[in-house]
T-cell receptor, first 116, second 115 residues
Framework: GAVVSQHPSRVICKSGTSVKIECRSL??????MFWYRQFPKQSLMLMAT?????????EQGVEKDKFLINHASLTLSTLTVTSAHPEDSSFYIC????????????FGEGSWLTVV | AQTVTQSQPEMSVQEAETVTLSCTYD???????LFWYKQPPSRQMILVIRQEAYKQQNATENRFSVNFQKAAKSFSLKISDSQLGDTAMYFC????????????FGTGTRLKVLA
């Protein structure tokens, strides 16, 4: 089956610094990727939709200047949390849509971010 | 706007028994997809089963089956012969057929299979 990989799986950063999380589709081209945030014992909340070669579409309430998303190639999207604060600590999950006409979504393994 | 409701925060079932997880949704769309995802302690989201709204036949995948009631906007998941490895969070998700491919997730049901 299709594989989506996230890196790093866990990261600790200091408050005020920026941290980048990568999402790669390993064996397929993904024109569209999604970034979610999941707080402990809660559901996945969509943050933004990342389209290859264009600007990301952010959900209401998500600060685009804080959560920078770049989808520079058909296999890679990155989420950069800028000027991180402890309240940004969370589990971040990406997913990728396979192919231009398909509607199957594949999820990455997720990335734990801890801001200290 | 679409909403997905899972009214059972936690459930437990004895190994080898059958359990049903409920999910209701609200939409004015006629064409959409419904999914059940499993999230074990590893946090990896695993697709359990999916249902196209235009199909009347309920989807099945081995021990997993759904009861899709389109008029009632209900989409329950039945797990037969429960196994310890089924212990996980289960999320119901809705996706309307448009070019956004956005998922709307329910709040999840934590299922524990007891030995």
């Amino acid at each position: 089956g299709a594989v989506v990989s996230q890196h790093p799986s866990r990261v600790i950063c200091k408050s005020g610094t920026s941290v980048k999380i990568e999402c790669r589709s390993l064996d397929f081209q993904a024109t569209t990727m999604f970034w979610y945030r999941q707080f402990p014992k809660q559901s996945l909340m969509l943050m933004a939709t990342s389209n290859e070669g264009s600007k990301a579409t952010y959900e209401q309430g998500v600060e685009k200047d804080k959560f920078l998303i770049n989808h520079a190639s058909l296999t890679l999207s990155t989420l950069t949390v800028t000027s991180a604060h402890p309240e940004d600590s969370s589990f971040y999950i990406c997913s990728a849509k396979k192919g231009a006409g398909g509607n199957t979504i594949y999820f990455g393994e997720g990335s734990w971010l801890t801001v200290v | 706007a679409q909403t997905v409701t899972q009214s059972q925060p936690e459930m437990s079932v004895q190994e080898a028994e059958t359990v049903t997880l409920s999910c209701t949704y609200d939409t004015s769309e006629n064409n959409y997809y419904l999914f059940w995802y499993k999230q074990p302690p590893s946090r990896q989201m695993i697709l359990v089963i999916r249902q196209e709204a235009y199909k009347q036949q309920n989807a099945t995948e081995n021990r997993f089956s759904v009861n899709f009631q389109k008029a009632a906007k209900s989409f329950s998941l039945k797990i037969s012969d429960s196994q310890l490895g089924d212990t996980a969070m289960y999320f119901c998700a809705f996706m309307k057929v448009d070019r956004t491919y956005k998922y709307i997730f329910g709040t999840g049901t934590r299922l524990k299979v007891l030995a």
